[in-house]
């Protein structure tokens, strides 16, 4: 676009050039998401959506797996904070490693938020691997499974945002339908302990605002994926270190893994390659959809995990499961229809109505004729 003005010996040219030639990397990939190598922005908005949820149930279920297998190990259940430790120095070493091979690799979000979402960061992963070895897995479910409604709520004071009644019933039918998936599963081993107890409740306030304030910062600041999670993780590894360090926790626990290399340190890195394929994953679904259906997304996963869990072992079953398996199905579909309700229009109770009414009269008709 050229605008020129000839005024006597004034003149005046302004040049926009296309955005293909001269704009900066920084421009141009200003509404990319990348994740691992995938400009998922090339694609439309479906898509996205499942390449971000295939990501998210292939790789969490893995590190699910790998979870239980690590705390299954005879002595390791008191080295949950540990295991975060070193988890979050791979994630550190992934990230930067990604950062590298993206073009912008400026920090765009202020190290005052990155203190902030690293400190909830290690607190909803610290405190969940922890409650692990005070608890059973299944225990632990029924408490994450209800971080649905923390986020919803995080999201009305963190954001302001306002949601629909769809929104919360989803939120209600998956709470409802984990927690009575999970209960017969509980109730074969139960292991509750306070103490296991109040470490993942902590976890799972953390984890309600954690989101929201991924999402915020995230839009706000227009943030890649990969500065997010190295930022986020490396902090938290100081964090982590230091607490260690100031109540001596550190040197049991290196020595008792240097005795079992494999089974820790092995384990551990696969555990937190999964985890951080995972995270990038849930991270392009918070950017994108928003910190509810990424949530909605995970929660959707355990109760895979758990489905899963019956078909590769062998564990009592009751028609308990079904019913429950069926309320969180119901929830995710009031999820996707309240972010779609422009597209998908349910019959209100009058159209049902008015359509029986009709079909009503057009058979006495017939009978009449």
């Given at each position: 676009?050229?605008?020129k ?8 040219s302004?040049?926009v ?13 200003i ?6 190598g ?17 990501g998210?149930f ?9 979870q239980?297998?690590?705390f299954?190990?005879?002595?390791f259940?008191s080295y ?11 994630y550190?070493?992934?990230?930067l ?7 912008d ?8 938020t ?5 400190f ?14 005070y608890l ?6 029924i408490?994450?499974?209800?971080k ?5 709520l995080g999201g009305?004071?963190?954001?302001g ?5 769809a929104?919360?019933s ?10 009575w ?5 509980s ?18 306030c953390?984890d ?7 999402e915020?910062a ?11 999670v ?9 964090y982590?270190l230091?607490g260690?360090t100031?109540?001596?926790g550190?040197g049991?626990a290196?020595?008792?893994c ?5 089974q820790t340190?092995g384990y ?7 985890g ?14 928003g910190a509810?259906?990424?949530v ?5 996963r ?11 072992f062998?564990?009592?079953?009751t ?7 069926l309320?969180?199905v119901?929830?995710?579909f ?7 309700m422009d597209?998908?229009?349910?019959p209100?109770l009058?159209?049902?109505i008015?359509?029986a009414v009709?079909m ?7 009978q009449?004729?």
């Amino acid at each position: 676009m050229d605008l020129k003005f000839n005024n006597s010996r004034k003149y005046i040219s302004i040049t926009v050039p296309p955005k293909t030639q001269t704009m900066s990397p920084h421009i141009k990939s200003i509404d990319d998401i990348v994740v691992l190598g995938i400009n998922l922005s090339r694609f439309n908005k479906l898509t996205q959506f499942f390449i971000c949820v295939a990501g998210v149930f292939v790789f969490y279920l893995i590190y699910g797996y790998l979870q239980e297998l690590i705390f299954s190990m005879e002595g390791f259940k008191s080295y949950g904070w540990y295991l975060t430790l070193v988890q979050f120095a791979f994630y550190s070493i992934f990230g930067l490693i990604e950062l590298q091979l993206i073009q912008d690799k400026r920090r765009r979000i202020p190290g005052k938020t990155y203190m902030i979402i690293a400190f909830l960061t290690v607190g909803t992963m610290g405190l969940s691997n922890t409650s692990l070895g005070y608890l059973n897995y299944p225990t632990q479910v029924i408490f994450k499974c209800c971080k649905l409604i923390p986020v919803m709520l995080g999201g009305v004071f963190i954001q302001g945002k306002r949601y629909n009644i769809a929104d919360v019933s989803a939120a209600v039918c998956m709470s409802l339908g984990l927690i009575w998936f999970t209960l017969a599963d509980s109730t074969i081993a139960p292991n509750f302990n306070l103490t296991g107890v109040i470490l993942i409740s902590l976890a799972l306030c953390a984890d309600a605002v954690i989101g929201n304030v991924q999402e915020k910062a995230m839009k706000l600041h227009n943030a890649s994926n990969s500065e997010m999670v190295l930022y986020s993780y490396s902090i938290g590894f100081v964090y982590i270190l230091l607490g260690l360090t100031c109540t001596s926790g550190l040197g049991p626990a290196v020595t008792f893994c240097s005795k079992n290399p494999i089974q820790t340190y092995g384990y551990a890195f696969l555990f937190s390659l999964t985890g951080y394929f995972g995270i990038s994953f849930v991270l392009a679904l918070i950017k994108i959809f928003g910190a509810l259906l990424a949530v909605t997304v995970t929660t959707g996963r355990k109760a895979m995990t758990i489905v899963l869990s019956f078909m590769f072992f062998a564990k009592p079953f009751t028609f308990q499961y079904v019913w429950s398996g069926l309320l969180v199905v119901l929830g995710i579909f009031l999820n996707v229809y309240s972010k779609n309700m422009d597209k998908i229009r349910l019959p209100s109770l009058c159209d049902l109505i008015n359509k029986a009414v009709e079909m009503r009269k057009s058979r006495t008709l017939a009978q009449t004729v």
